[in-house]
C-alpha cells in the first residue's frame, strides 16, 4: 500500500512555471513504476509523464516534452513535476499515480494501482 499526495499547484500566467511535488508514504516509491496524469475540464484523464524505474527511463507526452521535467528524490520519497513555458492547454487537475508495473502500458491511466487526490492547475493567458 502507498499513500500519494500531490502539492504544489496554483494560478500562474502563460509562459511561467510550477513545480509539482508528490510525497509518497508507505513503501518507498522506488518499488513503483510512478506517474503524473492531468484531467481538462470536460476532457479524459490523459498522460503527461512517467518514471519508469525497472527500465531506467523516463517518458514523456509529446503535448509537454520539452517544458516539463519529472525527477524524484529517493531520500525525500517524492517525485517531482518542474512545468516551465506553461500554457493555457496545459490547465487541468494534475494526479500523481503509483503503480506496481505497468508493463508496456504506462501511459495508460488504467494501468495505475494508487492515485493522489490531484492539484489544480491554472494557466491564464
Known amino acids: 500500500q502507498v499513500q500519494l499526495v500531490e502539492s504544489g499547484g496554483g494560478l500562474v500566467q502563460a509562459g511561467g512555471s510550477l513545480r509539482l511535488s508528490c510525497a509518497a508514504s508507505?513503501?518507498?516509491?522506488?518499488?513503483?513504476?510512478m506517474g503524473w496524469f492531468r484531467q481538462a475540464p470536460g476532457k479524459e484523464r490523459e498522460f503527461v509523464a512517467a518514471?519508469?524505474?525497472?527500465?531506467?527511463?523516463?517518458y514523456y507526452a509529446d503535448s509537454v516534452k520539452g517544458r516539463f521535467t519529472i525527477s524524484a528524490d529517493n531520500a525525500k520519497n517524492t517525485i517531482y513535476l518542474q512545468m516551465n513555458s506553461l500554457k493555457p492547454e496545459d490547465t487541468a487537475v494534475y494526479y500523481c499515480?503509483?503503480?506496481?508495473?505497468?508493463?508496456?502500458?504506462?501511459?495508460?491511466?488504467?494501468?495505475?494501482?494508487?492515485w493522489g487526490q490531484g492539484t489544480q492547475v491554472t494557466v491564464s493567458s
Open positions: 499515480a503509483a503503480a506496481f508495473s505497468t508493463g508496456s502500458r504506462l501511459r495508460d491511466q488504467r494501468a495505475y494501482d494508487y
Open positions: 508507505g513503501r518507498t516509491f522506488s518499488s513503483y513504476d
Open positions: 518514471i519508469i524505474w525497472s527500465a531506467g527511463y523516463i
